[in-house]
């Protein structure tokens, strides 16, 4: 299966990245997996400002909160490494996706994460339908793994 290439992207690991032992500190794993999907919606063309609060223009009235988060660990990451991010988000109802990466060294699996959103509007704080950007967005992923 061929993956597009705004839901593959690439990390090295840097020595602020990794704890006392030299190895990826675990917390590190899950701001990876959220950069990752950042970068993913610019790639695609979906601007951090249509989807994330404090940009310099109007304050988005859709937002998407994380919900469930997990993140397993296969082998160790050290500085240098360089891992291959991949994404694979889903539309779980109308108003929640996740986002599961899949991170790689080399041939080998090293981790995965799971970020799970759920949209809320912003001024009620009640749930409501995903952003048109992020449905978007889900749609083409989709159609990437057919």
Known sequence: MTICTWL????????SDTDAAGVVHFQRLLGW?????????E?????????????PKEQPSVALPIVYCHANFCAPLR???????????KRLNPS???????????????????????????STRQRCNLP??????????????I
Request: aromatic share 8%.
């Open 8 to 15: 593959e992207l690439t990390r090295t690991v840097r020595f």
């Open 33 to 41: 997996c959220h950069q990752a999907w950042e970068a993913s919606l």
């Open 43 to 55: 790639e695609f063309g979906v601007p951090a400002v249509a989807v994330f609060p404090g940009g």
């Open 79 to 89: 500085i240098g490494d360089t891992v291959v991010i991949q994404l694979r988000p």
């Open 96 to 122: 929640c996706f996740e986002v599961i990466s899949h991170l790689r060294l080399d041939d080998q699996k090293v981790a995965s994460g799971c970020l799970r959103h759920l949209a809320i509007d912003a």
């Open 132 to 145: 048109k950007p992020i449905e978007f967005w889900l749609k083409a992923a989709a159609l990437s793994r």
